[in-house]
């Protein structure tokens, strides 16, 4: 019974009974079958109002008991929230805080009555709030958890570099999405592992997505690998570079007129502006060292395409993949990036078909092997181990011809 059927009732009820009392009033001799009636039409709805108060007793605690179930999950979702030592928040879609952990309210300097309300961009430097508003609009755009570096400056505080990873979450299509943020703290004398941390926005590609080129730019790999292409006048795509991590590209550094750049792996890496570059003698000596590198690479490149046979086409190829993304194991080198039989048919001017068996070749020469997860190991002379049980055309039957896993990182 709701709330609107019960009010019907009564309401009908206290009618009826106003009807009696009104013929009671009038009549100047009780009739002896009235008060029988009455009783009776009392008793129905006395039994009425019983049955809707223990119906609405039995709701009010279940109520009660909802209520305080969603209060201990409420405590417990709070408490993790607490346990995170680094600061998390949730905004809107514009960037105004809706809730934060303390961890958040320790680094950026204010109370949560006051931090809430606020729009994230405060915290923000001015010089940097355009680009910040710029991938904030960016990533709402994706549905995947998008990271990159800003500066932060605390209320009454110093700026610093932080580490920020957004997700947009909106679990009804009829509600606003929603922001989930976790915010981490970078030390000036946190670079990274291939490359001085530069303090531009890091920016996240995931596998398979091209990346924009810029003309105003260069682009530099912080993580992961990509794929750099053109195409000829037949439509034929052809390989020109793998740029890892520290690599820079971009059309500002090639004279094609057709370039394109995709993620192998999840990448990151940051845009560094041609007039930052041009004036500032430190990002020069920084970059013209690996810029060297990715001539070298060209070089090399060109030596696959230099050979007359596939297979030396192939073997040369796989020999550079080794010195760009080969990780020392025992008996060889295993390759740590996902490329397909299609991503090698195009580097060396062939078919996937042809690819398919000339790896297979490879493998019954022991010449490599590919290990249980999928990754190809390049062996050392004779001494190889023996070849995996897990064959070439095992891999090579699943999804998108795929041959080789990402990389742990």
């Known amino acids: 019974m ?72 409420r405590q417990r979702y709070q408490e993790l929230l607490e346990f995170i030592p680094d600061a ?24 949560p009555s006051f931090l809430t309300g606020r729009l994230l961009t405060a915290f923000v430097p001015p010089e940097a709030r355009l680009q910040f508003q710029t991938e904030l609009q960016r990533l709402q755009q994706r549905p995947w958890k998008h990271e990159w570096q800003v500066q932060l400056q605390p209320y009454q505080g110093t700026t610093f570099n932080a580490s920020i990873l957004v997700e947009v979450s909106q679990p ?26 530069l303090s531009y926005p890091l920016r996240t590609y995931h596998k398979g997505e091209t990346i924009p080129l810029s003309l105003q730019g260069i682009w530099q790999v912080h993580s992961g690998l990509v794929q ?63 810029i060297s590198q990715r001539l070298k690479q060209t070089e090399l490149l ?3 395409y230099g050979q007359l046979r596939v297979s030396d086409r192939l073997y040369t190829l796989l020999q550079l993949l080794k010195q760009e993304v080969g990780q020392s194991v025992t008996g060889g080198t ?35 092997r590919v290990d249980s997860q999928h990754h190809l190991i390049l062996l050392e002379g004779n001494s190889s181990p023996p070849v995996s049980a897990l064959s070439l055309e095992q891999v090579a039957s699943t999804k998108g011809q795929s041959l080789f896993v990402t990389q742990g990182v």
């Open 2 to 73: 709701n709330a609107t059927t019960f009010s019907r009732q009564v309401a009908a009820m206290s009618n009826r009974l106003s009807d009696l009392y009104q013929g009671i009033s009038a009549s100047s001799s009780l009739s002896p079958a009235l008060l029988p009636s009455a009783l009776k039409e009392l008793g129905i709805a006395s039994e009425r109002l019983q049955v809707a108060a223990d119906l609405l007793s039995e709701q009010n605690q279940q109520l009660v008991l909802a209520s305080q179930s969603a209060a201990t999950e």
């Open 88 to 111: 998390c928040l949730i905004t809107d879609a514009a960037g105004v805080v809706q809730q934060a952990n303390q961890a958040a309210t320790k680094l950026l300097n204010l109370p």
């Open 172 to 197: 009804d299509a009829n509600q606003p999405p929603m922001l989930r943020w976790l915010l981490r703290y970078l030390s000036d004398r946190q670079p990274s592992d291939h490359s001085p941390n």
């Open 228 to 290: 750099l292409t053109t195409f000829s006048q037949t439509g034929q795509e052809i390989l020109i570079g793998l740029a890892g991590a520290s690599a820079p590209f971009g059309p500002s550094l090639t004279a094609l007129t057709l370039y394109e750049a995709t993620a192998l792996a999840d990448t990151q890496l940051w845009c560094i502006p041609l007039t930052d570059f041009a004036a500032s003698s430190e990002l020069q000596q920084r970059l013209l060292p690996q």
């Open 302 to 304: 060109l030596t696959v």
């Open 334 to 368: 295993r390759l740590s990036v996902r490329l397909t039989h299609e991503d090698l048919a195009i580097a060396c001017g062939t078919t996937r078909v042809t690819i398919t068996r000339l790896l297979r070749q490879f493998q019954q020469q022991q010449k490599l």
